[in-house]
Nanobody, 119 residues
Framework: VQLQASGGGLVQAGGSLTLTCVASGNIWKPNKLGWYRQAPGMERDMVATMRSDGNRNYGDSVKGRFTISRDNARNMVYLQMNDLKIEDTAVYYC??????????????WGQGTLVTVSS
């Protein structure tokens, strides 16, 4: 599985960005696509995930500001980020996960895209 993320950049606080990730390769359902982020010196944290059945999950710090969506036909996942804050600055990673026990299970990461929020 390969993941290609795009859409990061520099934005002022209060602004918006949309991240896009395309998954390719051995994609099977059910699966979960999501976004994680890592700020300098910090651990990688879950931002938002969405299962192929539509179930969504958000990190507490982004609830109400970020929205995850996906296009199952094209194996794409999006992250709409609104009201960005300086503390949202991080490298954002796309993730594909398929549970153990299923054929072709695994946990895969994209290369990351940098989001920088300025004051």
């Amino acid at each position: 599985v390969q993941l290609q993320a795009s859409g990061g950049g520099l934005v002022q606080a209060g602004g918006s960005l949309t991240l896009t990730c395309v998954a390719s390769g051995n994609i099977w359902k059910p699966n979960k696509l999501g976004w994680y982020r890592q700020a300098p010196g910090m651990e990688r944290d879950m931002v938002a995930t969405m299962r192929s059945d539509g179930n969504r999950n958000y990190g507490d710090s982004v609830k109400g500001r970020f929205t995850i969506s996906r296009d199952n036909a094209r194996n794409m996942v999006y992250l709409q980020m609104n009201d960005l804050k300086i503390e949202d600055t991080a490298v954002y990673y796309c993730n594909y996960w398929r549970a153990p026990g299923y054929s072709n299970s695994g946990n895969y990461w994209g290369q990351g895209t940098l989001v920088t929020v300025s004051s």
